[in-house]
């Protein structure tokens, strides 16, 4: 089974701290992602790589950055907490995929809520 | 971006059939469709995809409009473990061949 863990299931940081969340799979996927989930808005792509040392920027990326130094570990950077960046975090994963579609399915960890005082 | 449009919740009974509509009329004919779900405290699961036909899993079977302009899923009797928001999404397998965008879904009860 594909499994992706996520470092914190629950975080709570003043404002103005550096936050690292990480996320880690083990099924030799080369895309991973980033996501934020808040009430009302849905999923929301912050930033994702499709191989080492590799990202783009999501729908919206600013206030993070993201870090890929080895393939089965991406990490999301919060470089100054804001309060607006209270929410729930997803990490996903998933093979980049050539012929079958089957192969872009996503992977999912539990999420990190993280709240900002 | 790609967008789909989904009512925001819908409700059903426990072991009775549901059909959870999707509408995407600007689809391009490179565009898959792709269901997720998100039970309570959990990330989003993959439950199915199709392209032009009709599709079958142990979870679900999709239904694509001849036109391909609407879609619906179905969950052949459902569970109280089916409580979830279903996310309808456009995949395309061209250029950005990764990213998927999700839409604010579809908020399923299943009454006992």
């Known amino acids: 089974d594909v499994k992706v863990t996520q470092s914190s299931r629950y975080l709570v940081k003043r404002t103005g701290e550096k936050v690292f969340l990480e996320c880690v799979q083990d099924m030799d996927h080369e895309n991973m992602f980033w996501y934020r989930q808040d009430p009302g808005l849905g999923l929301r792509l912050i930033y994702f790589?499709?191989?080492?040392?590799?990202?783009e920027k999501g729908d919206i990326p600013e206030g993070y950055s993201v870090s890929r130094e080895k393939k089965e570990r991406f990490s999301l950077i919060l470089e100054s907490a804001s309060t607006n960046q209270t929410s729930m975090y997803l990490c996903a994963s998933s093979f980049y995929g050539r012929g079958t579609l089957r192969l872009h399915e996503q992977y999912f960890g539990p999420g990190t809520r993280l709240t900002v005082t | 971006d790609a967008k789909t449009t989904q009512p925001n919740s819908m409700e059903s009974n426990e072991e009775e059939p549901v059909h959870l509509p999707c509408n995407h009329s600007t689809i391009s004919g490179t565009d898959y469709i792709h269901w997720y779900r998100q039970l309570p405290s959990q990330g989003p699961e993959y439950v199915i995809h199709g392209l032009t036909s009709n599709v079958n899993n142990r979870m679900a079977s999709l239904a694509i409009a001849e036109d391909r302009k609407s879609s619906t899923l179905i969950l052949h009797r459902a569970t109280l473990r089916d409580a979830a928001v279903y996310y309808c999404?456009?995949?395309?397998?061209?250029?950005?061949?990764?990213?998927?965008?999700f839409g604010k879904g579809t908020l399923l009860t299943v009454n006992p």
């Open positions: 790589s499709y191989d080492v040392k590799m990202k």
């Open positions: 999404i456009r995949f395309n397998s061209g250029g950005s061949n990764y990213k998927l965008t």
